[in-house]
């Protein structure tokens, strides 16, 4: 299985006053503008996704939908509450793997500092490997035999937003 983490574009700033509820906060043009070039580089790299699972928070949740829209899987992307700010990583971990029939391709949308857990546990069973995932950064991870809440992925490569934009 081939692992995808996609971090939320260019979001609204925090702002008690216009998004007393953070989850609420939405992207920004010049945030859908850079998905929008992630989502030509996904296309130059030929990829494709059994599911996309994103985080419902909005800002998370509208980087997915461009993204399904641009590569025609809006049937495939699904809301994962595992996924929100501050999930529990190994909820998520059996979520994907109870995903049936068992996918290839599975593309989780979401937060920081949450996916460079997910990615350090997954790669070495812990969280001592630090990853820096920019927003609209998007990382590859190959699970060897078994997805499961312990080292068994190796990083593929991990893409900042200007090297994705290299490759629309």
Same mark, same amino acid.
Request: charged share 25%; glycine share 8%.
């Given at each position: 299985?081939?692992l995808y983490?996609?971090?939320?574009?260019?979001?609204?700033e /925090?702002?008690q006053?216009?998004f007393p509820?953070d989850s609420l906060?939405?992207?920004?043009?010049?945030g859908?503008?850079r #998905?929008?070039?992630?989502?030509?580089?996904?296309?130059?790299?030929?990829?494709?996704?059994?599911?996309?699972?994103?985080? +419902?928070?909005? /800002?998370? @949740?509208?980087?997915?939908?461009?993204?399904?829209a641009?590569l025609? $899987?809006r049937?495939?992307?699904?809301?994962?509450?595992e !996924?929100?700010?501050?999930?529990?990583p190994k %909820?998520?971990?059996r979520? *994907?793997y109870?995903?049936? +029939?068992?996918?290839?391709? *599975?593309?989780? *949308?979401?937060?920081?500092?949450?996916?460079s857990?997910? #990615?350090? $546990?997954?790669? @070495?069973?812990? +969280?001592?490997v630090?990853?820096?995932?920019?927003?609209g950064g998007?990382?590859?991870?190959v699970? %060897?035999?078994?997805? /499961?809440? %312990? /080292?068994c992925?190796?990083?593929?490569?991990?893409?900042? +937003?200007?090297?994705m934009?290299? !490759?629309?």
């Amino acid at each position: 299985m081939n692992l995808y983490l996609l971090r939320h574009g260019l979001a609204a700033e /925090r702002d008690q006053q216009k998004f007393p509820d953070d989850s609420l906060r939405p992207l920004v043009l010049k945030g859908e503008e850079r #998905i929008g070039l992630a989502c030509a580089a996904l296309e130059t790299l030929e990829l494709s996704f059994d599911w996309i699972l994103s985080s +419902p928070y909005l /800002r998370a @949740s509208q980087t997915a939908e461009i993204v399904a829209a641009k590569l025609g $899987l809006r049937k495939r992307l699904k809301l994962c509450d595992e !996924l929100a700010c501050g999930g529990d990583p190994k %909820a998520l971990i059996r979520y *994907v793997y109870q995903l049936r +029939p068992g996918p290839e391709n *599975v593309l989780l *949308v979401g937060h920081e500092p949450d996916l460079s857990q997910v #990615i350090s $546990l997954l790669i @070495s069973g812990g +969280p001592a490997v630090a990853i820096d995932m920019k927003k609209g950064g998007l990382a590859k991870l190959v699970i %060897a035999a078994e997805l /499961r809440y %312990a /080292r068994c992925a190796t990083l593929a490569w991990l893409l900042t +937003p200007k090297q994705m934009a290299l !490759l629309a």
